[in-house]
């Protein structure tokens, strides 16, 4: 990039109001200091030891960037500004094509607060070019605010000002563009403080602290919105709500969209320009149809806030619609008449704070209809966690979702597994590859299932093919029409929801022979999505052996290829990428997948369905069958494989050659730096080399870093062995040598020095380097470091990694000399017969990462055997540098002797 951030937008106007002094004021000692806010960036401590949060937890909408990125920034600091400096390495901003920059806050309570609002003009140097207007609670407390007019350019100014919070305790901070102006709001940081519970009175504003200790926070996490009675929409600031119809939050009630009946104008307000997706459809109710009830699972105690959009778009008389809002089953809103409250055609929310107990998995609200002609109309609901700075939500699990009736061939539940029938029914129609064993055994998973009661059956090998599993998916016990009984999965709590989808809509599947005798194992279904996380089976058996996990699927809801799209992994292997149900066998048609299992040790089969954020729809199955095929075969085959293809920066990918590289950004696997897509800003024309065309959709996102981000890191949980590390890149941005050069560290050791790409590879070639590493028995994890060099303005950018397991292609060390590099001794092996006579082809597959962001709270110290590296001519400051990272010296004659190394040496070779 080259430009400031684009300005361009449409007409829009702002009422002027006056400005308040620049001078600071210090803090009186009877304020609360309530919230910190770093606007556009991460979380950051000044240097008088305060902790300014993240503002991305408050999805403010806008776009954040980092200035010195792109222009030459030279702020100029009073002794009492000088402190959070570290606020202007960032800054959110937005213009008339983006739209308001919009912050709810919640504070801890009702009262008096003063909101200081940061700013600063990084980009222009005459007045008049950024204009824009700031509003508190919906009042505008700035109008028109020229940054260079009252600040000059690039020197820090402050605006503060003063509210009153009610008992909803949320706090609407809104700073909207001018069409006066080419450029719209650009802020740093935030400073809340409680002043009591008193009237607003006018207050001068407050200096930045310059000493004191880290306050704690308070910060909100949406973690539901629920379009109520419509489908799965995004509002205009890009959040995803999603329809309760398809997704079953819903009980009762019937949905209506109001402007396909009558004439709708809603009232322009701030939630109308942010929500009007959601404000299509409602779903309503009265005394005759009875309450309208939502549930929506929660992982952990704790504050919640629960935000319900209502709008009256049919009766303008007061009295015509009343009714009342239960949460957790006690009377929150009584007599709630929306005309009356808020207008006709007025969006407008109830807010409710509420307290999540221990032993509670759920917040419950229900709306009862009163006497009135009409009864409820909702549109949308937000649960809110209220965290502190320091901690993060988890996903919320499953729940009790009110049951549907039970299927009519339920019966009554057996107290043991059924015998064995004399064949499966669902055989499949062609030869199953058979994965190969995984390398690196993930963690358990967080929902750890509950063994049946009964033991696994037991088989001589003169029995097989041997069923030992089935389960119904989201549904009760059931027998088929050939008197197998199927067993309900909630004692293996996978996690996601149930649903049963003809209480919401009309189903008439297609079956295919092999599904027609199991025609009530589609009258209910599992699902899940990005919310909810991921469905998990752990299934026990009794013996090592080939088994054949069979997986029941059907889409009920959508009638489209990519709607519904999920991964699907057996044993911690991704065997099926971008799995979409429709695209294999269309709208409410059976389908059965399936996929063999290797059981080596471990008696047990792992089943992930993991939702992508790509994809509105997450994964959905109806029924799991296990058969024990065969025993182990006496050989098994060594192959070289990759245990994880990681896309820095990307989303969820397939190469040229069909291997699935998984994100970054979704699951986890990163620490550090920042995403960039390098054509977004400039010209980008891949040059020829042995990546460009195989690999081409890993070069279009890069993860960076600079010495001042600090490093980026991997972390990878794998069994002992020996691996290759290969790392991709890529230099899009500068044709000059020196520009960008970076150190790579793994397992705390120097793998690179100074790297620098266009040395390397030339300017955007793709190319490849490689470090070698051996994991002893004690440790568990391979960990790479990426760190900027003192020696070029641009620290590390990486594309991908690939980290192989060298379980044929070995790697040993000299007897002569213990630090000497590694001899490849084995050839690569394509097929093999098992012993049951099934030609398995050799399948290439990405290992998961569960577990592993947990581990790194546990990891082991590294053994002598990993870190020896230390010989008489090596020097000292090669080992990882302490964090943060202050300065590398620069050795030009280092680099070479990295190979050297025992436990792993660099490839310069561009392979």
């Known amino acids: 990039p080259t430009s400031a951030p684009p300005t361009t937008g449409s007409p829009s106007s702002a009422p002027p109001t006056t400005t308040e002094p620049t001078t600071a004021a210090p803090v009186s000692s009877s304020e609360t200091v309530t919230h910190r ?34 222009i030459q920034v030279s702020y100029t600091f009073t002794p009492e500004t000088e402190a959070i400096a570290a606020l202007f390495a960032t800054e959110r901003y937005s213009n008339l094509n983006v739209g308001d920059v919009r912050y709810n806050v919640l504070v801890p309570s009702e009262g008096l607060y003063q909101v200081e609002f940061i700013l600063g003009e990084t980009w222009h140097r005459n007045p008049h070019t950024r204009l824009f207007d700031i509003k508190l609670q919906g009042q505008t407390v700035f ?51 409680h002043l009591g519970a008193s009237e607003p009175t006018t207050t001068a504003p407050v200096a930045p602290p310059t000493s ?95 935000r319900i959009l209502l709008v009256e778009a049919w009766h303008r008389n007061p009295g015509t619609r009343i009714f009342h809002i239960d949460i957790q089953d006690t009377p929150v809103f009584e007599n709630v008449d929306v005309v009356a409250e808020f207008g006709f055609q007025n969006p407008s929310e109830k807010v409710a704070p509420v307290s999540v107990v221990q032993g509670e998995n759920a917040i419950r609200i229900r709306f009862r209809p009163s006497a009135s002609p009409e009864g409820p109309a909702v549109y949308g609901i937000r649960i809110i966690h209220v965290v502190g700075s320091t901690s993060s939500p988890t996903p919320p699990p499953s729940i009790p979702t009110p049951q549907p009736s039970s299927p009519t061939l339920e019966p009554s539940s057996p107290t043991s597994r059924p015998p064995p029938p004399t064949a499966p029914t669902l055989e499949p129609s062609t030869p199953t590859l058979e994965p190969t064993a995984p390398t690196a055994q993930p963690t358990a998973p967080t929902i750890q299932p509950t063994t ?32 197998h009984t199927w067993l309900s999965d909630s004692d293996l709590s996978p996690g996601g929801r149930k649903i049963t989808p003809r209480r919401f809509r009309s189903v008439a599947y297609t079956f295919t022979p092999e599904t027609e005798t199991v025609t009530s194992l589609f009258e209910t279904e599992r699902y899940s999505n990005m919310q909810t996380g991921s469905i998990q089976y752990t299934i026990p058996v009794d013996s090592n052996g080939l088994y054949d996990v069979e997986l029941v699927f059907g889409e009920s809801w959508h009638q489209d290829v990519n709607t519904r799209r999920f991964d699907i992994a057996i044993q911690s292997i991704v065997i099926f990428g971008s799995f979409s149900i429709y695209e294999e066998a269309g709208f409410q048609t059976t389908l059965v997948k ?61 190469d040229e050659n069909e291997n699935v590289w998984l994100s970054d950004i979704d699951l986890g696997y990163y620490v550090g730096g920042k995403v960039v897509r390098p054509q977004t800003h400039r010209s980008v024309t891949l040059q020829p080399s042995p990546y460009t065309v195989p690999l081409a ?30 790392m991709y890149f890529l230099e899009s941005w500068h044709q000059q040598q020196g520009q960008r050069r970076f150190h790579i560290y793994v397992q705390g050791q120097p793998a690179f020095i100074d790297l620098d790409l266009i040395s390397e590879f030339g300017f955007q070639r793709p190319g490849m380097k490689e470090a070698y590493v051996s994991i002893n028995p004690d440790e568990s994890e391979i960990r790479v470091k990426f760190y900027g060099s003192n020696s070029a303005p ?118």
């Open 37 to 70: 806010i770093n606007c556009g960036g991460p979380t950051v401590t000044d240097s008088g030891g305060e902790l300014w949060e993240s503002d991305s937890n408050y999805s403010p909408g806008g776009r954040t960037v980092t200035p010195s990125r792109y």
């Open 452 to 483: 049946p009661t009964s033991p696994p059956v037991t088989a001589p090998p003169s029995e097989l093919p041997l069923v030992t599993d089935r389960f119904n998916c989201g549904g009760p016990t059931v027998v088929d029409s050939e008197g």
């Open 594 to 654: 399936t996929v063999t299992a290797r059981v080596d040790g471990e008696l047990s089969i792992s089943i992930v369905l993991l939702p992508l954020s790509t994809s509105a729809e997450g994964p959905t199955i109806s029924a799991l069958r296990v058969t024990k095929i065969s025993e182990l075969p006496t050989t098994t085959p060594n192959l070289d494989r990759s245990v994880y293809r990681i896309n820095c920066g990307g989303p969820n990918v397939r």
């Open 212 to 306: 004191g200790s880290p306050t704690a926070t308070v910060s909100e996490v949406t973690i539901y919105r629920v379009n109520c009675g419509g489908p799965s929409v995004e509002d205009a600031e890009g959040h995803r709500w999603v329809g309760d119809n398809a997704l079953g939050y819903a009980v009762g009630g019937r949905v209506v969209r109001p402007m396909d009946h009558r004439s709708v104008n809603y009232v322009s307000n701030p939630i109308t320009e942010a929500l009007s997706p959601i404000l299509e459809a409602e779903r309503w109710s009265r005394q005759d149809l009875g309450n309208l009830e939502y549930i929506f699972a929660i992982s952990e105690p704790g504050d919640y806030v629960v």
């Open 794 to 911: 641009e620290g590390p950018a990486i594309y991908a990694i690939d980290v192989v397991h060298n379980v044929q292609t070995r790697h040993r060390r000299a007897l002569s000399d213990g630090f000497s590099g590694f001899e490849t001794i084995t050839a690569s092996v394509n097929t093999l017969q098992s012993s049951t006579g099934l030609v398995c082809a050799t399948l290439t597959v990405v290992a998961l990462m569960v577990g592993t962001l947990a581990r790194r709270q546990r990891r082991a110290p590294q053994s002598s055997s990993q870190t020896r590296t230390q010989t008489s001519d090596i020097a000292t400051d090669m080992t990882e540098p302490s964090e943060p990272l202050l300065e590398v010296r620069q050795h030009d004659h280092l680099a070479p002797r990295a190979s050297r190394m025992g436990s792993f040496k660099p490839s310069y070779a561009d392979v």
């Open 143 to 193: 109008g028109s605010i020229d940054i260079v007019a009252e600040a000059d350019f690039q020197k820090p100014l402050f605006k503060t000002a003063t509210t009153l919070v009610g008992n909803s305790r949320s706090l609407e901070i809104v700073l909207s563009p001018l069409a006066s102006a080419p450029e719209g709001p650009t802020l740093s940081g935030l400073r809340i403080t």
């Open 697 to 726: 959709t890993l070069f279009e996102f890069e993860r960076y870093a600079s010495i001042s981000s600090g490093p980026i890191e991997y972390v990878f949980s794998v069994e002992p062995g020996e691996y290759t590390i290969k």
